[in-house]
């Protein structure tokens, strides 16, 4: 079967994230038994290539792909014999229903309704809020893969038929269960993400600065870059904890890794997710997580067991929650182990297979 996989970044993207780890993964299992064409913008860098049997093509750009898709998705369909389309929404629909007569698969890890306002200014959000509308009915013969079960039923309320979606949730490398670096002697904290304003890293440096208090050695990472850095660390500045906060900028992933391992505490503080594949690969390397209890979120983390919840903002909660494990060492430490058990039940194998066997029923059932 000839595969066309449309999303809007890939994995060598600078701006990639959880999404695109998770459609890379579905790609590269598909490819075991099919052609697989991957879709994506081009950015600085970007090569046309073949890699683990994933042939990858670069169109438009990053602000306005979803119009080179237009444009380019019947000559596309036709020159490579394509027989299904998987179109993950993770930014604005592609429509590619409206273009081409193929079988559309749609993959969604989260969509953003309202949310988008809080995220970006007002012209870009009502551009992205306006896209997701029409879901229901251009992808009326479509059927839904979702990466949680807040996304189902954020589908649902949106109309589309329950028995058309299927959760299938995110996998993890097993090499994560391999590593073995030590716990920093003293307490040390992380975020690992894109610095975006929705992923709301400012509440937990008001946080940080609250646990300061009355964890001195306390030191926090926040590993990643993005958009909202320069505000970051001017609000950093402002609290007076710079010599306590360390901006990592870009890491190497076995950079990553070990600051994920060494710390006590992974901390996402996001507004919204699809899932959150950090939270498993903290709790893989035996990091307990606390997280926002938001969609996407609350399913990655189970909450007592692996990690933490907390309300969404609630600076002096997340403040608690993070004090509470690090003054009981033995709290902290049934959860360490309560994560690695958690993690395993993750498998980007399963999450591929499970894929495939989706895809064929939807085929079907077509």
């Known amino acids: 079967m000839n595969i066309l996989i449309v999303n809007w970044r890939d994995l060598k ?5 959880g999404a695109e780890i998770h459609i890379t993964k579905i790609a590269q299992h598909l490819a075991l038994k099919h052609n697989v064409i991957f879709l994506t913008s081009k950015y600085k860098g970007a090569k046309d290539e073949v890699e683990k049997k994933v042939k990858y ?41 409206l273009f081409v007569k193929v079988p559309v698969l749609v993959v969604i890890p989260h969509i953003f309704g309202k949310t988008i306002f809080k995220q970006t200014n007002p012209i870009f959000g009502l551009y992205v809020y306006l896209f997701e509308k029409p879901l229901k009915n251009v992808y009326k013969n479509s059927f839904f893969e979702v990466i949680s079960n ?26 994560f269960f ?50 909202y850095e320069k505000k970051l660390k001017n609000l950093v500045k402002k609290l007076k904890i710079e010599k306590d906060v360390i901006f990592t900028g870009y890491v ?24 959150g594949i950090v939270n498993i690969e903290a709790n893989a390397l035996k990091t307990p997580v606390i997280s926002s209890n938001v969609m996407g979120l609350k399913d990655s983390v189970k909450d007592g067991f692996s990690g933490l919840l907390y309300e969404y903002g609630n600076i002096d909660q997340l403040a608690e929650k993070i004090l509470f494990l690090l003054e009981n060492k033995k709290e902290l430490e049934r959860m360490s182990e309560n994560s690695l058990l958690w993690a395993k039940n993750f498998d980007w194998e399963k999450t591929g297979q499970l894929t495939e066997n989706f895809i064929e029923y939807f085929l079907i059932k077509k």
């Open 178 to 227: 391999e590593y073995n670096y030590k716990k920093k002697e003293n307490p040390q904290i992380c975020y690992v993400g894109r610095l975006k304003k929705y992923k709301s890293v400012h509440h937990l440096i008001e946080a940080f600065k609250k646990v300061k208090e009355k964890s001195k050695d306390s030191i926090l990472y926040i590993v990643g870059t993005g958009d």
């Open 57 to 97: 093509i670069h169109i438009g750009n990053e602000y306005l792909f979803n119009f080179s898709v237009f444009f380019n998705i019947k000559k596309l369909v036709q020159e490579y014999k394509i027989d299904l389309i998987i179109e993950d929404i993770n930014k604005v629909p592609f429509f590619t229903p």
């Open 252 to 275: 190497s992933e076995e950079e990553k890794i070990k600051i994920l391992q060494e710390s006590w505490i992974s901390v996402y503080p996001s507004y919204i997710e699809g899932w």
């Open 13 to 17: 993207n600078p701006l990639y994230g």
């Open 150 to 175: 807040s996304t189902k039923e954020d589908l649902i309320r949106r109309g589309i038929d329950k028995e058309k979606i299927k959760v299938i949730e995110c996998g993890i490398d097993k090499r």
